[in-house]
């Protein structure tokens, strides 16, 4: 079928990228899903500082690669084996699961090998790719598209594998539904599933974009008190809007010899990693979610680690199980407990995508929306 979407044609263009336009929208050809897949109308799609790390080359992938990777929509088609409905809303993550890799036995503490390999490739887990330049007939043969993540949500329809995916109910509308993909579950993850904080513990988050502003909301909705850490005055007045106890700059923080048990890094740089390991409390647990470049280096001290029985947890994607974790915070939203509204910063178009991604490297934004 023909859709329409959003490609990027080359990693580590320079900024402002509403100037060296990396991003292309255009019609492209999509094909049918094969066994075990399902044809999704995207319905919203999160733009992600991981969909921003491939266009600045700090995550390299091939090109050119529809871009995209946090989203919602509605199945309208399945291939043969496909256990979900024609109808069915979906949330679409950016880590298939095979169900049968040691990886995937880890409870989510690992990434599934499978899901991570298809991912680097640009292909879908059942492998291949299903997209292709849109050419006029007879021009030559159309040029292979890469998908991202598995999802390659920055356009009218996707066709993903179903461990990319998750039903939820049409209550959850689709801005909902779609930050559930990749903001909550590796913000909530973090702290749920890495951070694992006691009963009155205290949370703090470093770094609050849309992963860590969805860390701290679930956090507050736990009933933890909550700080925030981050350098945009901005976002420190909408984390004390949305339940932190306390919210102050890097500098602040270290001033006043800020410390929690456990603490989330979601800022994705050295600097980052390093304050929060600065906050963390003796006996406590630093977790980080952030990817910052491959190169990044963070000095820390291995004397604290063993003198004050310090842990340093990595967390991939929350240390998630989708469907395990995500009705949870459904469960939290309906409750009124999780207002994950707050989290959209804006509502944009494909067209939008440039300016957008210049907004994100800036640091103004938490999550933008592209709507369909």
């Not at 995937?104 to 899901?115: F, M, N, S």
């Not at 800022?267 to 963390?280: I, K, L, M, P, Q």
Request: aromatic share 2%.
């Amino acid at each position: 079928m023909r859709i329409t979407g959003a490609v990027l044609e080359r990693c580590g263009a320079p900024a402002p990228y509403a100037e060296s336009r990396p991003v292309t929208v255009g019609p492209l050809e999509l094909d049918p899903p094969g066994d075990g897949e399902v044809l999704v109308r995207i319905e919203a799609a999160g733009l992600c500082h991981s969909d921003l790390s491939v266009v600045d080359g700090n995550r390299a992938r091939p090109v050119p690669m529809l871009l995209g990777h946090e989203a919602a929509g509605v199945v309208e088609a399945t291939g043969p084996g496909a256990r979900l409905a024609v109808g069915q809303r979906v949330v679409m993550t950016f880590l298939p699961r095979c169900g049968q890799c040691a990886q995937c036995a880890t409870d989510g503490r690992l990434p599934c090998a499978v899901g991570s390999a298809a991912n680097a490739a640009g292909t879908l887990v059942g492998g291949g790719r299903r997209l292709r330049r849109a050419v006029p007939a007879g021009s030559g043969e159309a040029q292979e598209v890469h998908h991202h993540l598995g999802v390659s949500a920055f356009a009218s329809h996707a066709v993903v594998s179903e461990t990319s995916v998750v039903p939820v109910d049409h209550d959850v509308p689709p801005d909902i539904a779609a930050l559930l993909g990749c903001a909550v579950l590796t913000g909530g993850g973090a702290v749920v599933n890495a951070g694992r904080p006691a009963p009155g513990d205290r949370v703090a988050v470093v770094g609050l974009g849309g992963v860590g502003m969805a860390a701290l909301l679930v956090a507050v909705a736990l009933g933890h008190e909550v700080v925030g850490v981050d350098a945009v005055p901005a976002k420190l007045d909408l984390a004390r809007e949305l339940g932190a106890t306390l919210a102050v700059g890097p500098q602040e923080a270290a001033d006043q010899g800020l410390r929690a048990p456990v603490v989330i890094e979601a800022a994705g740089s050295a600097r980052a990693f390093e304050t929060a390991y600065a906050v963390t409390a003796p006996g406590g647990t630093t977790v980080t979610v952030g990817l910052p470049h491959p190169d990044a280096r963070a000095s820390i001290s291995p004397l604290s680690l063993t003198a004050e029985a310090r842990t340093v947890v990595g967390s991939y994607l929350g240390s998630a199980v989708p469907s395990r974790d995500i009705p949870r915070y459904v469960e939290l939203w309906r409750a009124g407990r999780l207002p994950l509204e707050r989290l959209v910063s804006d509502r944009i178009t494909l067209d939008d995508l440039p300016a957008a991604l210049d907004r994100l490297a800036s640091g103004a934004a938490l999550r933008q929306l592209v709507m369909f």
